[in-house]
């Protein structure tokens, strides 16, 4: 009895021992190699995720930069009247302001100097080496005149419903040719009278005639707008890669815009799109048949259409060299109003 109660023990002993030091090793290595199978699918799967992310605003990018500056192009140089109007301008000095000397289209090459759009390492201030492009159009919202004298620099509207206010640059024209000057009385909502007068503003008239040819005296050249012209703020903008509000080192696509404070003109700099490295146009003018650099246009009234090409990056740095990651993009816009 006692004989079996011993031997009975000692199996009981044997088959409830531990793992040996081969069987803990083999054990752990299995379970390193499961652990670090996990970790990997991790890691890779967070290594798509951000890869991901980051092209998908890398494409958010450049589908907003090219809906808005598309925008721009094809209304650049329009008017509400007609196309191939001659122009007068009789604001003071209009060459000395990018926003009033109303170019249409006009390219900068990144090592031509621009007082629009400057070049430095402030936020909102050009990056050196890279393009600007400068377009002026007419606002949709345009009013009708009723009757003008020239003599009062009156203009007589079909609504005291417009938006025109005292300051805006604006362009007048029927299917002769188009004026652009200031406004410098103006009552939306309350009178149908709009003054285009000189001796206030800044730029300011030099003169009430909007006739042509242009002549800076108090009467100028005088022509009377008759019935059914039309009268539309312009917009002037530009389009620039800068330095971007969210560190130093990044850029950005910048937009230009005109601003009227109280009678008061300004620009003012919106960041439109980030992360975009350069920005390369080239434009077709009439009776060539290849795209060619700001440089080669002589004559600006004559470009038809724009080649856009954007370099962006991504946010992050995700390439196989630490780098981000990026792509060029290329985008070409007709003029609307030069191609009808």
């Not at 393009?131 to 159009?137: G, Q, S, V």
């Not at 300051?167 to 709009?194: K, L």
């Not at 002549?215 to 009377?224: D, E, F, I, M, V």
Request: net charge neutral; with cysteine; charged share 15%.
């Amino acid at each position: 009895m006692k004989a079996n109660r011993s031997r009975e023990l000692r199996v009981g002993i044997r088959n409830s021992r531990g793992f040996n030091l081969i069987e803990l090793m083999v054990s752990l290595i299995l379970g390193l190699l499961v652990v670090g199978a996990a970790v990997s699918i991790f890691i890779s799967n967070q290594q798509t995720y951000v890869a991901t992310e980051n092209l998908g605003r890398v494409q958010e990018n450049a589908r907003v930069a090219f809906e808005l500056m598309s925008r721009d192009i094809r209304e650049a140089g329009g008017n509400v009247c007609d196309r191939g109007l001659n122009t007068v301008n009789v604001l003071n000095n209009p060459t000395a302001n990018w926003w009033s000397s109303s170019a249409g289209i006009r390219g900068y090459a990144g090592n031509v100097a621009f007082t629009g759009a400057p070049v430095g390492t402030a936020t909102g201030q050009r990056v050196a080496g890279t393009e600007a492009i400068e377009l002026t159009t007419a606002s949709d919202g345009s009013v009708t005149i009723t009757d003008h004298n020239p003599t009062s620099a009156q203009f007589k509207v079909n609504t005291t419903g417009h938006t025109i206010q005292d300051g805006d640059i604006v362009a007048v024209c029927d299917f002769d040719h188009i004026a652009i000057t200031q406004i410098t009385n103006a009552q939306p909502g309350i009178n149908d009278t709009i003054v285009h007068n000189t001796g206030t503003g800044t730029p300011g008239n030099c003169t009430k005639g909007l006739g042509i040819p242009l002549l800076c005296t108090a009467n100028g050249t005088p022509y009377t707008f008759g019935p059914n012209s039309r009268i539309a703020r312009l917009e002037p903008r530009i389009w620039y890669i800068g330095n971007s509000s969210l560190g130093a080192g990044r850029r950005a696509l910048f937009q230009t815009v005109l601003i009227n404070t109280g009678g008061t003109l300004s620009t003012r700099n919106q960041e439109i799109a980030l992360d975009v490295q350069t920005m390369t146009v080239e434009y077709l003018v009439a009776g060539a048949n290849a795209y060619v650099g700001p440089a080669a246009v002589a004559d600006w009234t004559q470009v038809l259409a724009a080649k856009v090409q954007l370099v962006i990056a991504s946010p992050d740095r995700i390439g196989t060299d630490g780098q981000p990651l990026q792509r060029t993009l290329e985008h070409v816009i007709t003029l609307r109003n030069r191609a009808l």
